[in-house]
């Protein structure tokens, strides 16, 4: 018989059987590799625990309470619409990205009551504050 790579075959007893630890009771799996007792030995815990760090983890300073994913409203003053609009002009989110006064139009926008306005708008679409609605009304315009 001629010898050929798929006839060569290892000699006996030069190729170990693998020992395939926690595979229960039949073949040496009792304990799968981590010894007798002991918190080890348990499911359970945590490989940082294991491993010394539980000390380092509880002294690392942690971020409390709660931060909302929902997204701020972008904010639109009363003097930047009294400079941008005209009487009787309707300020909504879109005329806002169009006279660049807000970048996107994915997230609310609000008007705020910082400084004065002059011209009557209408306001649409957009969160007012109190302020805002006030001096808005004064001026002779209207929130919708």
Known sequence: MAISLNTIQ???GARKTVQRNGRGLGRKGTTAG???KGQTSRSGVGNLKRLGMRKLILSTPKLRGFRSFAPKAVVVNLTDIGRMYIAGE???PKTLLNKSLITTTKVPVKVLG???IAVAVVVKGCLVSESAVAKIVAAGGKVE
């Open 90 to 92: 309707m300020v909504t």
């Open 114 to 116: 910082q400084g004065e």
């Open 34 to 36: 981590r010894g007798q």
């Open 10 to 12: 290892a000699a006996f």
